[in-house]
Structures are given as C-alpha cells and as structure tokens.
C-alpha cells in the first residue's frame, strides 16, 4: 500500500509529534524500520502516514564495563554490533532476512534467530524502551540496569507487538561479552543428528536443521570444553561465516511455524518431502517457504493442534486475506483488545496488520 | 473494615467453611509478609484449586474489596500486605507439582509449590529450576513469578520471567485465562511477560508452566579475598569484561565477613576489606579451564587467600557463610534492616561508599552482602530496636541510600520489588508519563482497581513509604 506522506522524523519528540498530529486527525499511522519484516502481518488496512524511523540512529549510551547500551531505534543491527564489537562485545541476536533490520523493527516484531537457542530472543536480554504513544506522550519502561523490578515490564508488551500499541524510539540493552571460543560444525545427518547435537554435555548455542539434511550446530565457551564436546560429535567444523549466510536467508512467500520442541519434527515432516524450509529444533521453530494454500492451512491446523501457530511472514495480499496472517486468535483477545484499546483508543496504529 | 455477613458467607460458599478464616486472632497471622509494616486482612480464604480462586475472585468482585493474593509471605517490599485490608487469597493449599515433562525440560506447578521443592523434584530428572532467592527453602513459585525475583545464580541463568513460559490466572472480573504457552512466539502481545513481576497488581497466578534445565556435570566455587572492596569491584567488572559469565558471583563487605567467620568458620579471611564468592558450571574441561582464567584475573586486580572448594561438603561451608551472612549479623547488632538497589556494575566501588558514609552520617552499622555481578546491592542496616527512635533513623538512611542509587542512574529494586516499600518513590525514575503508561495496563485489566491497591505506585491516601523491606531479629534468620 501506497502512503499518502512519508515522514521521517529526526528525535524522539519529532516523531511524538507527527504521531499525536496524524492520530488527533484520525490518520492511519505505518511505523517502518528497516522494512526487512513489512511483509508479516495482515492487509495493511489504512496507511495516510509512514513513520520512518532511520533518522533516529544515535548510540545514545554504551556502557562498556556494565555491559549495557542504550540505542535510538532506527539504528541497524549491523551498526548497534559495530559499536559493540569495539569493545569486545555483542548482542546476541541473529534475525533472518539480514542485513538492515533496525533495533526498533526487530523488537517490534519479535524476529529471532539461530543464537536463540542460548540466549533467547530480544525479549529476555531488553532492559529498558521508550515508545511515543498516540497521544504524543513518550513513555519509558524499565531502565539501563541488568536486574530491575521497578514498575511494569511493559518492554515485554511492545515486543513483538508490531507497533500496535506505540512506536518504539529507543531501546537498552544487557550486552554481552564475546565467547572465548566460537566453533561451528556441520553434518548431514537431519533431525537425529540435530537431536545429538542438542544432547550433548554442552548445550550448543544454535543448531539449524535445513530441509536438505544439513545440520549445523555452534558451540560457545571454553576453548577444552568445546574442543572436547564437538570431537566426541565427530561432525566437520565449518567456517563461522556460514551463520552470516543463513542469516541472509529468506524467502519471498514464507511462514514461521513455532511449536513445542518435542512436536516440531512431526509438524515440519509433515510439511512434505519437497517442502523448503530450515528449523531450529531446540527453539521449537521452523521458517518455511509457503506452500499453496491447502498445505498452509493444513500445517497451522497441525501446529495450532500442539499449542503453535503459523505466521505469515511475507505473501501475496490475496493468499494473506485467504489464509489470515495470524491464525486462531487466542483466547485472551478480548484482554489483548483491552490493552489495544488503551494505548491506541483510535486505533490509528498499523491497522488491519497485528492481531489486535 | 470488617467485610459484611454477606461478603464472608459468599467466601464460605466459594472455598468451603473450613477455609475462610476471620477470627481476628488468626488473621493477624496473615498481616505481613517479610517486612515490618502490617495491616491484618479482613478476611483470609484458601482456595484449594483454580475454581474456587475464581470464586473467590467474583466475591471480591461483586463487592468491590481488595483482593491481595500471598504465597509463602516471604516478600521483602511489602507486596503481600493487605494494606487497605479486604481478603487475602493464599495460595498454598494449591501446592502440587501437576508435571515434570523431562523431554520439554518443562514443569507445570501450582502457585503454591515451594521453590527448593520443585528443583528436588526435578533432580530426579537431572533437570533444575534456575531462579534461587535465598529464601528457596519457602517461598513459593507462584510468589516468585508475581514478583519477578531473582537470586544468586540469576547473573548467568536470568531472573523468573526469563524462566516463565506460560501461566493460567484469573483476572479481575473472575475469568481464567491461560497466557502463552509451550510453544515460542505466540500470536499476540506477550501477556505472560507483563505479567510476570506485576505484583498481584494484575491477576492472581493460578498455574505457572516453567523452563527446567539441565543439572551442569560439574560445578567450581571459589572464594577469594581483596584488600578493599574497590579492588573486589574492579574484579567482578574485569571477570565478566574477560568474556566470563560466572552463574554467581556474590561480595560480603569486612563488617560481613567478620561476622560470619566468627559464626561459621568459613576460612573467610578478616582482614579481608571485601569477600568474592565465584561459581561457574558445565562441562569439566570448560569449568577447570573458567577457573584458572578466573583466579589470574582475580589476582591482578589484588586477589588473595583463593580457595577453592574441593568437595561438596567444602562448597557448602563457602556458601553457608554467604547464605547465613544476616543471622551472624546478630552478632552486631539485634536488628537489620535489607535494602535492594541496581547500579551499572561500574558505579559499585563509589555506591558502597556512599552506602558506608550514609550510615556513617546516622550512625548505623552497615552491611553489605550482595550480587555484585549484576550490580544489585543490598546494604544491611543494623540496630537494636530498643534504641529511641531508631527506626525514624533507619529510615531515613535507608532512602538516602536509594537517592544514591537512582542518582547513579540504577533502579529502585533488583528483585524485591516495589510494594509498599518504594512506590512513594516510582516518581524518582519514572516520569507522569512513564507512570500513566503502567496505570493504563492496570486500568485495562483491573479497572475497579481492586487487587492489590496501594502497591507499585504512589498511593495518595498514603504519600510517605515506609520502612517495609525485611526487618526483623538477626539471630532467628536462617535464609533471605
């Protein structure tokens, strides 16, 4: 959908208010990051303004010996690493569809990657956000501390809540420092050689699973101790660029399948022997390209059996509003509803595209 | 403000007779939580099972009464207290360990389920439960997740809400909702992530599916000494800064370590300006190798008198001291009063001292027993409640010591929570904005504002905190 005005705030209190300004006038309001997720969701209904939010790309804080930063959230991943690698550190964070995603994009629309398997997604390591709501207000949570149970983990409800509910302008993070040893080692064994990965004495920090049988398993910690574990795999080590690889990954039409660990084998078999897809079998996720229609609603069926979903993460308008982007709503909607209401009365906020 | 006849026949009729308790003797049982300021409950029901907390829930709804639920009552700020009286809804009657699926890694347990009783559960699995407040030997889960708490071994494993993947509660207006799951990522906002840490300010907490993880191979303690706690600082900044997460890393300051090595026999060294306490865990090779790139760095940075556990029995005795550190604080004085503050690990060396020149300034001995790996700190505040108007004094001291930390840009608790203790004090890190943003999520969910009022934020028929962090009589603390 083509935006009538496109506006590209430079601070926080700009983009405050050209927000306040498009909803007091009832406008519809598209906050966009890197755009690398644009594609997830439903129809955009409406959208009078888009809110681009790469102007806003300042290091507002790096604290290096307490290991926390504070960032603007139109700066990249790519830049937020740079800065972190400076001083030997990193967030460990590793979203498909790289490079370009914005720290805002990211959070907004909860993407993880392989390192989930270790250190879970953004959710678990964000610290402190700052949203601009409807009403012009911009509204902080949490702080620059690693520990903190002041207040209402509200860095938790804009996560993953694609912009439904305010537009995130900054946002701190726990860093953390660079592994002493980093190896990575590939096999071609499928799901029973990623299940002896996730076995082994020393958790890995990612295994992925590709539809191909190709599994590759990456080990952080110890020099001894990864030399130790990956020699008793006896898999092959590859280089590490392999992960920058997969990272770029994506696929035109695609859906990310999440499900209990323990049921992701069967769902994603299930899929079909020509299917396309890779999985991240400790995390209980899978990213597939998208079938024809009846495939696609035969796996949510599936999923949504086990306590999962199917998410469209890119297709076509026609197949989104055949298939839904979402699936079943859960059963909390009307709480959800609640909260939508109270943050986004107006409902000026990416209508039409989250659940809510 | 007893609860009309209705009101308690209501109760009697949603958990049974025999489990609605409002003789005013037994209530005062249930006046406070690990804190000093109590108001007796109205009412105490105890629900056996989600049904009857849902009942229960409606009463208090139809009739427009506070509700606070309680777990073990072991919290520290307050959070358990019914402050503007009504029912308290305690938990622990629901205390069974419904699954331990050891394929998942997961458990699904009732509210009631002491902490320590679900990692000895686990064991037999050779899974664990990771979040470890040091009062695991009581308070329950369904505390830990209404509080969000932590614990020694948070620093490398995470606090609850990392630990937390889905819950069944009862909202305000009595309905049951499961929130999140089993599987990552669910359509939707992530309610059990708000709702994690929420204080019973939002729902009760009726079921809470947790994350078990693997029991490590092999586990490494050691202790060593610093000749200034600045120095003990700088090594817990330069052991993480290294590339080293330790899952603990604890500091006891000289007052401490005196204290406790005349009570334990820790081999604690007492000229010692500042005890560190490391564990790291996992495969062998990885903590043999961790430790000896730990005690080099610890030795640059003025380390000294290293010990390493080299038996259980060894690593108890090194913990033993840092978990008893506040009973042998008796030794000291009668009383203590525990604060809980975050700074960024860099401002330690220069918080402790404001923390020692503030009790300097009102003349109370301070403690400090803390997780320095986060930067959490938690100063001691000692006296003898016999002496005239020390408490004012501890008081007083105590919020200083808070300004101090919010100065330094940390946050008013790390893991205790807000409570009753700290919401006059929300005003100091949050804006009206900030604040009106979590006032709308309470709104959304509890609109009658009926459970738990009067915590996390300022309560205007109350504008002054009070002391409610845990005070109490050194000698009988066991754990905290």
Redesign the interface.
């Known amino acids: 959908m083509v935006a009538i005005e496109v506006a590209k705030p430079a601070t926080q209190e700009e983009l405050a208010r050209t927000l306040k300004e498009a909803a007091s006038a009832g406008r519809a309001v598209v906050p966009v990051g890197g755009g690398r997720a644009s594609g997830m969701g439903g129809v955009v209904e409406r959208c009078d303004v888009e809110l681009q939010t790469t102007r806003l790309d300042r290091v507002i804080e790096h604290?290096?010996?307490?290991?926390?930063v504070t960032v603007e959230a139109g700066i990249t991943l790519e830049e937020l690493q740079a800065e972190l690698a400076k001083a030997?550190q990193f967030l460990p964070i590793d979203p498909f569809n790289s490079p370009g995603h914005t720290v805002g994009g990211l959070l907004a629309t909860?993407w993880?990657g392989p390192l989930?398997l270790r250190f879970?997604?953004a959710?678990?390591f964000l610290i402190g956000i700052r949203?601009a709501?409807p009403d012009g207000?911009?509204?902080?949570?949490g702080?620059?501390?690693?520990?903190?149970?002041?207040?209402?983990?509200?860095?938790?409800?804009h996560?993953?809540?694609l912009g439904s509910?305010g537009v995130i302008v900054a946002a701190s993070f726990k860093v953390?420092?660079?592994?002493?040893h980093d190896m990575t080692v590939e096999s071609h064994g499928g799901w029973d050689a990623a299940e002896a990965a996730l076995a082994t004495?020393?958790?890995p920090c990612a295994v992925e699973l590709f539809s191909d049988g190709r599994v590759l398993a990456r080990f952080l910690?110890?020099?001894?101790?990864v030399?130790?574990?990956v020699h008793g795999l006896g898999w092959t080590e590859v280089d590490s660029a392999v992960w920058a690889e997969h990272s770029r990954r994506s696929f035109d039409r695609w859906a990310?399948i999440?499900?209990?660990?323990?049921d992701l084998r069967r769902v994603v078999e299930s899929l079909g022997p020509a299917s396309e897809w890779w999985a991240s079998p400790g995390?209980?996720?899978a990213h597939w390209r998208l079938g024809d229609v009846d495939a696609a609603i035969d796996a949510r069926r599936l999923?949504e059996a086990?306590?999962?979903?199917l998410?469209l993460l890119a297709a076509p308008d026609d197949i989104k509003r055949r298939l839904g982007a979402?699936?079943t709503?859960?059963?909390?909607?009307d709480?959800?509803r609640?909260?939508k209401?109270?943050?986004d009365p107006d409902g000026v906020l990416n209508p039409g595209r989250f659940?809510? | 403000m007893a609860l009309a006849s209705p009101v308690i026949d209501e109760l009697r009729r949603a958990v049974g007779r025999d489990h609605v308790i409002t003789s005013p003797d037994d209530l005062r049982i249930f006046e406070r939580d690990g804190s000093i300021e109590g108001v007796a409950p109205d009412a105490v029901v105890l629900p056996a099972n989600t049904q009857e907390v849902a009942a229960a829930m409606k009463v208090a709804a139809r009739h427009n009464v506070p509700i606070v639920p309680r777990g073990a009552g072991t919290g520290l700020s307050g959070g358990a207290v019914t402050i503007h009286g009504g029912i308290a809804l305690q938990v622990t009657r629901m205390r069974r360990i419904l699954e331990i699926d050891p394929i998942a890694e997961t458990a699904l347990v009732e509210p009631g389920v002491v902490n320590q009783e679900l990692s000895i559960a686990a064991a037999t699995h050779h899974l664990f439960y990771a979040p470890d407040p040091s009062s695991q030997k009581a308070c329950t889960i369904g505390g830990n997740a209404a509080e969000n708490s932590g614990g020694p071994h948070c620093l490398y494993y995470g606090v609850t809400t990392n630990h937390v993947l889905g819950m069944e509660v009862v909202f305000a207006d009595g309905s049951v909702r499961w929130v999140t799951g089993d599987a990552p990522d669910r359509a939707g906002l992530d309610l059990c992530g708000l709702l994690v840490g929420s204080e019973g300010t939002l729902c009760a907490i009726t079921k809470i599916k947790v994350r078990l993880l693997r029991i490590p191979p092999s586990i490494a303690t050691l202790m060593a000494a610093f000749p200034t706690i600045e120095d003990a600082s700088q090594a817990v900044s330069a052991v993480i800064g290294g590339g080293i997460v330790p899952s603990a890393l604890e500091m006891m300051d000289n007052v401490t370590v005196g204290a406790v090595e005349a009570h334990y026999r820790a081999g604690y060294p007492t000229d010692a300006g500042a005890v560190l306490l490391v564990e790291v865990d996992g495969v062998p090779e990885s903590t043999r190798e961790l430790m000896a790139a730990i005690r080099d760095i610890l030795a640059r940075n003025h380390g000294y008198a290293m010990r390493e556990a080299a038996t259980q029995a060894e690593r108890d005795l090194l913990w033993a001291g840092r978990k008893g550190a506040i009973g042998a604080l008796g030794r000291i004085k009668p009383n203590y009063y525990l604060h809980d503050g975050v700074v960024p690990r860099s401002r330690l060396p220069q918080i402790l001292s404001s923390v020692g020149e503030i009790g300097q300034h009102y003349k109370l001995p301070v403690a400090n027993v803390f997780h320095a790996g986060d930067g959490n700190l938690h100063p001691n505040l000692l006296f003898d409640l016999r002496d005239k108007g020390v408490l004012e004094q501890v008081e007083a001291a105590g919020e200083e010591m808070l300004r101090a930390v919010v100065e330094m840009g940390g946050a008013l608790s790390g893991e205790h929570g807000i409570g009753l203790e700290k919401n006059a004090f929300m005003p100091w890190i949050y804006s009206e904005a900030d604040l009106d943003a979590m006032k709308r999520v309470k709104a959304a969910l509890d609109p009658r504002g009926i459970l738990n009022p009067g915590k996390i934020f300022p309560d205007p028929s109350r504008p002054r905190a009070h002391l409610a962090g845990r005070t109490g009589f050194a000698a009988e603390a066991q754990w905290w």
């Open positions: 604290a290096p010996a307490d290991m926390v030997g909860g993880s989930r879970g997604s959710r678990d949203v709501l207000s911009l509204a902080t949570a702080g620059r501390v690693v520990k903190n149970v002041s207040g209402y983990d509200l860095m938790k409800l996560h993953g809540a509910l953390f420092p660079r592994a002493l004495a020393m958790m910690g110890s020099r001894d101790a030399n130790h574990i990310r999440t499900v209990p660990r323990s995390a209980g996720m999923a086990c306590g999962g979903s998410v979402w699936g709503p859960p059963p909390t909607l709480v959800m609640r909260l209401a109270a943050f659940l809510v």
